[in-house]
């Protein structure tokens, strides 16, 4: 992922966003944390190709632009479908499911740990970690080679955050997606990515590039960690600089 003197502005005097150069290569974990309304929903939504950017360039290679999923802080789910059938859209809406679709949607089941009777489920008989394993099932149906996380865990108590932190980086390591994951959790996006970009407000701009120095796979101990602490504590200290700026 290439961006380049990449600009969004929402009106010609306000400048939201700007990213000069960032290259992101396939297969990497990053982080974006960065006081709110610095710009990180932003620039999700033009990797997501669900806005354009005002200026420069952002380019994906290697074929990463076949398969973007994204995944929201609210699990978004059509509440008169089943878990099931929330899965199976995003397959729908590219035609008639076929035996392999189906086979696709059970397999995404199984991978974020949701029981096959959940499944037949409505939202509203699901707690809002199992909706948000439904929400993580319907964008990896489509096997994607990018997923974009905004904030997916923020509504969830600390353990189930944990557990769930802990299943995502199981997977990831298993089907290396570029991944972009916004938290203003510091200890999250440490636990979870390869490097983390620290944002700066008005404009949005990377003011911090951070690779956090522990190897994978990482597990639960690694929280407790004084290394880990002390990364944490950089972290912070980057973003107590962005806010005293
Ligand atoms: N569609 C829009 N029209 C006008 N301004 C917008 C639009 N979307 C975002 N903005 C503005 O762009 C800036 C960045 O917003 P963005 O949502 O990307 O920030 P954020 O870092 O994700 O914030 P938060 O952490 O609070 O979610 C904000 O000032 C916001 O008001």
Known sequence: MEFRQLEKRFSPDSLVLAVDTLDIPAGEFVSLVGP?????????????????????????????????????????????????????????????????????????????????????????????????????????????SILLMDEPFAALDDLLRNQLNEQLLDLWQQQKWTTLFVTHNVAEAVFLSQRILVMHAQPGRIVADMEVPFAYPRRSQLRSDPDFARFCGQVMGKLAGVAAL
Do not use: Y
């Open 36 to 144: 709110s309304g610095c710009g990180k929903s932003t620039l999700l939504r033009l990797v997501a190709n669900l806005d354009q950017p005002t200026a420069g360039q952002l380019t994906l290679v290697d074929g990463q632009a076949s398969e973007r999923a994204f995944v929201f802080q609210d699990a978004n789910l059509i509440p008169w479908r089943t878990a099931w059938e929330n899965i199976q859209l995003p397959l729908e809406l590219r035609g008639k499911l076929s035996h392999d679709d189906r086979n696709a949607i059970d397999t995404a089941i199984a991978m974020v740990g949701l029981r096959v009777e959940d499944s037949r489920k409505f939202p509203r008989m699901l707690s809002g970690g199992m909706r948000m394993r439904v929400s993580l099932a319907r964008a990896l149906v489509t096997q994607p």
